[in-house]
T-cell receptor, first 111, second 113 residues
Framework: QKEVEQNSGPLSVPEGAIASLNCTYSDRGSQSFFWYRQYSGKSPELIMSIYSNGDKEDGRFTAQLNKASQYVSLLIRDSQPSDSATYLCAAPGGSARQLTFGSGTQLTVLP | DAGVIQSPRHEVTEMGQEVTLRCKPISGHNSLFWYRQTMMRGLELLIYFNNNVPIDDSGMPEDRFSAKMPNASFSTLKIQPSEPRDSAVYFC???????????FGPGTRLTVL
């Protein structure tokens, strides 16, 4: 089992819809979770971090964390074509519990 | 404030040549990561340094790859000899701790002919 797994995608949604991206992790002791966005040909950039159970909202983005079920999700409301990118989930894992990235979910928002 | 700096941004070389990629982390960060990204394999961790010491190098593909961090402000990733299958984008990232937010450099796009 991979330490951080994401729904593989690719995911396509129409403009204005809600995009839902999911991630599960294996380390029960993890305390910090991150969502990165990566545009084609660019480096990953942080868009959300979450540390506590529940929801965290930032503009059109909402991160949700459920430590009991070991999953973290990202909702993008009112999706825009500019949201088309690969989204990477990250959580502690690895031999030194360093931040470990999932394989990413490619999102396409159709105009 | 400068972010993570990588050089070169693009490298084209021939099979068998030595390639050296360079990274300057954000000042004050004590953790440094080297990643390789391809369409087929996604983002793969190659090696992780903490306080200039290699902690996890399990992702280094083989002996042709080596990485060093002689001081807190500089790291290199060397491939000798290079092979076409090494063609990828190599990212360097730094952070304030192993499980903290990572900041990525712009990447080096390596093409081995």
């Amino acid at each position: 089992q991979k330490e951080v797994e994401q729904n593989s995608g690719p995911l396509s949604v129409p403009e204005g819809a809600i995009a839902s991206l999911n991630c599960t992790y294996s380390d029960r002791g993890s305390q910090s979770f991150f969502w990165y966005r990566q545009y084609s040909g660019k480096s990953p950039e942080l868009i959300m971090s979450i540390y506590s159970n529940g929801d965290k909202e930032d503009g059109r983005f909402t991160a949700q964390l459920n430590k009991a079920s070991q999953y973290v999700s990202l909702l993008i409301r009112d999706s825009q074509p500019s949201d088309s990118a690969t989204y990477l989930c990250a959580a502690p894992g690895g031999s030194a519990r360093q931040l470990t990235f999932g394989s990413g979910t490619q999102l396409t928002v159709l105009p | 404030d400068a972010g993570v700096i990588q050089s070169p941004r693009h490298e084209v070389t021939e099979m068998g040549q030595e390639v050296t990629l360079r990274c300057k982390p954000i000042s004050g960060h004590n953790s440094l990561f080297w990643y390789r990204q391809t369409m087929m394999r996604g983002l793969e961790l190659l090696i992780y340094f903490n306080n200039n010491v290699p902690i996890d190098d399990s992702g280094m593909p083989e002996d042709r790859f080596s990485a060093k961090m002689p001081n807190a402000s500089f790291s290199t990733l060397k491939i000798q000899p290079s092979e076409p299958r090494d063609s990828a984008v190599y990212f360097c990232a730094s952070s304030l701790g192993a499980d903290r937010q990572q900041f990525f450099g712009p990447g080096t796009r390596l093409t081995v002919l």
